[in-house]
Nanobody, 124 residues
Framework: QVPLVESGGGLVLAGGSLRLSCAAS????????MGWFRQAPGKEREFVAG????????AYADSVKGRFTISRDNAKKTVYLQMNSLKPGDGAVYYC?????????????????WGQGTQVTVSS
């Protein structure tokens, strides 16, 4: 088991910011890429951002480019998602996930462990 525990969600006004955190317990945390996904009611889970195990490369969904930043602190075994300029359409349950390899991109099938999710609500 590789428990992943997200935190940092909440209610924010449009234009505001939130920082999500995902704490992992695996000893080999730095060997694996990590990703953030989100799922809004009635919609499929979608990729938000991903980062390689070393943190040297990142990728983002077009809808969040320039507003969201994914980062990781391997010493703390934590991955972050800084979300700025939030829009009502960003409201969803956000999940962090561990890649099966050093990086799995946007395909959910490439991730084998998932957190329980944290709710982000953006009010207009």
């Amino acid at each position: 088991q590789v428990p992943l525990v997200e935190s940092g969600g909440g209610l924010v006004l449009a234009g505001g910011s939130l920082r999500l955190s995902c704490a992992a317990s695996a000893r080999t945390f730095s060997s694996y890429g990590m990703g953030w996904f989100r799922q809004a009611p009635g919609k499929e889970r979608e990729f938000v951002a991903g980062i390689t195990g070393s943190g040297g490369a990142t990728a983002y969904a077009d809808s969040v480019k320039g507003r969201f930043t994914i980062s990781r602190d391997n010493a703390k075994k934590t991955v972050y998602l800084q979300m700025n300029s939030l829009k009502p359409g960003d409201g969803a349950v956000y999940y962090c996930a561990r890649s099966k390899t050093s990086y799995s991109g946007s395909n959910p099938a490439g991730y084998d462990y998932w957190g329980q999710g944290t709710q982000v609500t953006v009010s207009s």
